[in-house]
């Protein structure tokens, strides 16, 4: 990752006005980081950290580093080709077996957003009382008037707003905590899979890696079309996106690993395991004081309401790209997969009995779908016929095929309750 920095960046010294257009180009990856720092994750983490302390920050660490050669890689589709991974799969698969594979995605997409609503009303019901069921169709519907009525940009600011919230608050709750920061340097980087922890690995794997976001991060890209403004602009915009995926996946590794370490220091030290977000918010209140639950469940509430809007975005184009279509909100194949989304995602509240366990779980059936989207991924990112001269080099075919098989590896330990 170093020489591949030092390649893209380091040909020429950057002056002033160069970094200046390096953080204009910022934004697109924060769409994506938004929808692993969703409520889902929030499950995962605090399930992680009150059952096994530190010792799962390895997971975090991981998944964000396969995360970022993923994204970058869904975001080179994009870049090179005009095209996002839907509308790519479309066409140059067999239409049955495109179709087949981008409905496995949109499912994806559904119980994503199944996740982010149920999140979003759990942190209403703490606030204000609401039930849950109608703070599910308060969060859906504030979703989807956001994206009938807001461009690519405005999402984005709207969205860098509510991650900017996300982060200041658990940077408020760590600040009340004392953090064993040896201990926890050490559990970064050194893997350790404790008796049990095999669901949660894959929960935390399925919450930062999402098929969902692969999709999101190719169209958002792609809906530029850098690649009619000739071959300087496309290699420029190459350099500036694994600018903005570094900095995007990075805020959201420090994120999850705040929830992880929050979790790990308030629960696990003394022996509660969270099964509930109310329930841990409610906890934290005679440990750290009043403030720090109000704190938690504002962070909730934005972070529910911002991923919904991606996981809504994301099941649009998957609907627009069965039918070689960019996302366009007010054309009826992204508007209609957007709104059966919601729908579906609201159903599946309705029916869950357990809300933390169905926020867990939904993020461990994400993890089954998603060797199918990074094959998928890697076979057209690999085709020269696709990317032409953009098409992976050797090496990362190498690399792509090791995650690959590592999400697979995860999965079957999971379905073979190891």
């Known amino acids: ?25 910022i934004g697109p990856g924060l769409l994506v980081t938004v929808g ?48 996002c991974l839907a509308e790519a799969t479309t066409r140059h698969l067999p239409r049955l077996l495109g179709r087949v594979l981008l409905g496995t995605a949109y499912l994806a997409c559904v119980a994503t957003a199944m996740a982010e609503v149920l999140g979003g009303a759990i942190a209403l019901q703490m606030l204000f009382g609401l039930p ?5 169709l308060i969060v859906a519907a504030a ?8 461009s690519y940009k405005k999402a984005e600011r709207w969205i860098i707003a509510f991650v900017s919230v996300v982060g200041l608050s658990f940077l408020a709750e760590l600040a009340m905590v004392e953090v064993d920061w040896p201990q926890a340097a050490t559990n970064w980087v050194v893997p350790s899979v404790p008796a049990g ?38 290699e420029q915009r190459l350099r500036y996106e694994l600018f903005d995926t570094l900095f995007s996946m990075g805020v959201g590794w420090a994120i999850n690993s705040a929830m992880v370490i929050l979790a ?10 969270v099964d509930d977000l109310a329930a841990a918010a409610a906890t934290l209140s005679p440990i750290l004081g009043p403030a720090s639950s109000t704190i938690f469940a504002v962070a909730l509430l934005f972070a529910g309401l911002s991923s919904s ?17 960019e996302y366009d909100i007010h054309d009826r194949h992204s508007s ?44 057209l990112t690999s085709s020269p016929k696709v990317m032409g001269k953009y098409a992976n080099s050797k090496p990362l075919i190498v690399l792509l095929l090791a995650i690959g098989a590592t999400v697979t590896a995860l999965d079957l330990a999971l379905l073979l309750g190891a």
């Not at 849950?132 to 599910?136: E, P, Q, S, T």
């Open 1 to 25: 990752m170093l020489a591949y920095l030092r390649r893209h960046f380091g040909a020429r010294r950057t002056g002033g006005r160069e970094g200046l257009e390096i953080m204009r180009h």
């Open 36 to 83: 692993f720092i969703d409520p889902g994750n929030w499950a995962s983490n605090m399930a992680a950290g009150s059952e096994f302390g530190y010792s799962l920050l390895w997971v975090v660490t991981l998944s964000t580093l396969m995360l970022i050669v993923l994204q970058h890689n869904a975001a080179h589709l994009g870049i090179a080709t005009g095209m």
């Open 132 to 136: 849950l069921h109608a703070g599910c």
């Open 143 to 150: 979703s989807m008037a956001m994206l009938l009525t807001s």
């Open 197 to 234: 922890a095999v669901p949660v690995v894959t929960s935390i794997l399925g919450a930062v890696v999402m098929p969902h976001n692969l999709f999101l991060h190719s169209e958002v890209i792609q809906s530029m079309h850098f690649e009619g403004q000739g071959e300087k602009v496309v």
């Open 264 to 273: 790990a220091t308030t629960f696990f030290s003394r022996g509660v395991v």
């Open 309 to 325: 809007v991606t996981a809504g975005m994301a099941a649009g184009t998957v609907t627009a790209g069965m039918f070689d279509e």
């Open 336 to 379: 209609i997969g957007v709104a059966l989304c919601f729908a579906g995602a609201v159903g599946a509240c309705f029916a869950v009995q357990d809300a933390f366990a169905g926020l867990v779980w939904s993020q461990a059936l994400l993890s089954l779908q998603l060797p199918v989207t990074v094959f998928l991924l890697i076979w």
